[in-house]
Nanobody
């Protein structure tokens, strides 16, 4: 079974950048649609970005377009999320997720994904 482990979170100043990693073990990630979600204290989990299997489609939350970038390295079986121009509101636990499904366009709905990591904390503070 696919297992996901996030890393790379930490304390960052506003305007800074960070790259989160999601290491996968088990089946190759190339067969999975992948996604990143985040959850701030007191708020529901929200979609950040997703990418269809074989990089056929990439989708971002409207409010995050231009600042965050999702990518994958199939050779390393790892998913990445690059966060730029961070603001205080980006503070949250960030989760990577996956589903073994080939789709033309991925969806930022948590219920669509079967496999989840434990999350990594990103704190933006001055």
């Amino acid at each position: 079974q696919l297992q996901l482990v996030e890393s790379g979170g930490g304390l960052v100043q506003p305007g800074g950048s960070l790259r989160l990693s999601c290491a996968a073990s088990g089946p190759p990630l190339e067969y999975y649609t992948i996604a990143w979600f985040r959850q701030a204290p007191g708020k529901e989990r929200e979609g950040v970005s997703c990418q269809s299997a074989r990089d056929t489609s990439t989708n971002y939350a409207d409010s995050l377009k231009g600042r965050f970038t999702i990518s994958r390295d199939n050779a390393r079986n790892t998913v990445y999320l690059t966060l730029n121009s961070l603001i205080l509101e980006d503070t949250a636990v960030y989760y990577c997720s996956a589903v073994r499904l080939h789709v033309h366009r991925c969806e930022l709905r948590a219920t669509e994904y079967d496999f989840w990591g434990q999350g990594t904390q990103v704190t933006v503070s001055s």
